[in-house]
């Protein structure tokens, strides 16, 4: 099925996400996450989530909550903080969402607050790509985003690969890593 007769279908039922684990557009996304370990998928969605932090801060320059979350959670992955301390700041990331009213910077908040869950658990790791193409959809519109979208996936595969590659050559690993 094309992604943008499964986007239509999302809309046409009101839904404010337009992308899940049963989407057929990720289920190749879903299945390279899958084989992943702990820490690639780890780099790769902090990764991806610093580029989203990145653009709220430029239309948000006096919210800090996006880097907070991030740089908590950076921490976390290396043992330097334990998780409740993280957990408040990715709290505190998705709270934005809930004082926002533009569709796309909502959807971009809870990408970065299911990046930042990946330490947590792998299973955060599909969040980011569900909320943020939904983001680039509601930026793009829907007779303007499919190639965006099937650009974005294939840049989280290239990463993918690139961390499975190298995320030896990164960082100190908190203990629960191993």
């Known amino acids: 099925m094309d992604v943008i007769i499964e986007v239509k279908e999302k809309l046409k039922r009101k839904h404010q996400i337009l992308f899940d684990k049963k989407s057929l557009f990720l289920q190749d996304l879903m299945f390279l996450i899958s084989e992943q370990n702990h820490k690639v998928l780890t780099l790769w969605a902090l990764d991806l989530a610093l580029e989203l932090v990145n653009y709220l801060e430029e239309k948000y320059p006096n919210e800090d909550r996006f880097r907070i979350a991030l740089d908590k959670t950076k921490l976390w992955a290396q043992g330097e903080i334990k998780m409740p301390e993280a957990k408040r700041a990715i709290l505190n990331c998705h709270a934005v969402a809930k004082e926002l009213t533009n569709k796309e910077d909502i959807a971009l908040c809870h990408a970065i607050g299911q ?23 509601y930026k793009y519109g829907i007779g303007n985003c499919k190639d965006k979208l099937i650009n974005r996936k294939n840049e989280y595969i290239d990463k993918i690969y690139y961390y499975q590659e190298h995320y030896k050559e990164y960082q100190k690993w908190a203990k629960f890593y191993n």
Not at 115 to 137: M, Q, R
Request: charged share 5%; aromatic share 4%; hydrophobic share 50%.
């Open 115 to 137: 990046a930042c869950g990946v330490v947590h658990t792998v299973g955060h790791a599909i969040g980011l790509p569900i909320y943020e193409l939904t983001a680039i959809v």
